[in-house]
């Protein structure tokens, strides 16, 4: 079936390091690839999307490329900022139009 | 822009009471969907629904229920709330064809 896996959080960082969120996906067909954000006491917002392999979707100085040969959707971002601290989830579309969700990963950005 | 709203943002409850928590959606996207966050499992799908008056079960339907009696509005109906129903409810909608989700803001609920 359909699942996908984040990296365990929480990741800490200084602020203006590199930021690497490690996401693999399992899926039948083509599916699109999400990442979705969370900032404390919030609702989920869309932050970037691919739909095929190659592409690369970006939003806000994030980054994420669809890596089919390596089933990967690793969410980049060159500087991070104390106002990057959220949850970050990666998920998948199914071919029902469900989305699929991995388990998420906190971003604590300190000064 | 579209805009999701949830009638509670917090919502504490007792043992078995009915709880009844709702949607609004304002983009007259057809699909609607229901899920709890509980952390370390990320977002499970509760229910969804295709169209008015049709629903279809997630992963984790047990002890709920839902209604869609107009196409803005999704309902999920806790029967007999429990303390495992603790939890982070959030709604969202999609526009059929499309594939991107918009979020509600939650409603946290609280069953004592």
């Known amino acids: 079936g359909n699942s996908v896996t984040q990296m365990e959080g929480p990741v800490t960082l200084s602020e203006e390091a590199f930021l690497t969120i490690n996401c693999t996906y399992t899926?039948?067909?083509?599916?699109?690839l999400f990442w979705y954000v969370q900032y404390p006491g919030e609702g989920l917002q869309l932050l970037l999307k691919?739909?095929?392999?190659?592409d690369k979707g970006s939003n806000k100085g994030f980054e994420a490329t669809y890596r089919k040969e390596t089933t990967s959707f690793h969410l980049e971002k060159g500087s991070v900022q104390v106002s990057d601290s959220a949850v970050y989830f990666c998920?998948?579309?199914?071919?029902?139009?469900?989305?699929?969700f991995g388990q998420g990963t906190t971003l604590q950005v300190k000064p | 822009d579209v805009k999701v709203t949830q009638s509670s943002r917090y919502l504490v409850k007792r043992t078995g009471e009915k709880v009844f928590l709702e949607c609004v959606q304002d983009?007259?996207?057809?699909?609607m969907f229901w899920y709890r966050q509980d952390p370390g499992l990320g977002l499970r799908l509760i229910y969804f629904?295709?169209?008015?008056?049709?629903?279809e079960k997630g992963d984790i339907p047990e002890g709920y229920s839902v209604s869609r009696e107009k196409k803005e509005r999704f309902s999920l109906i806790l029967e007999s709330a429990s303390t495992n129903q603790t939890s982070m409810y959030l709604c969202?909608?999609?526009?059929?064809?499309?594939?991107?989700?918009?979020f509600g803001p939650g409603t946290r609920l609280t069953v004592l």
């Open positions: 629904s295709y169209d008015v008056k049709m629903k």
């Open positions: 691919a739909t095929k392999a190659d």
């Open positions: 998920a998948l579309s199914s071919n029902t139009g469900k989305l699929i």
């Open positions: 983009m007259d996207h057809e699909n």
């Open positions: 969202a909608s999609r526009d059929s064809g499309a594939d991107t989700q918009y």
């Open positions: 899926a039948t067909g083509y599916p699109s």
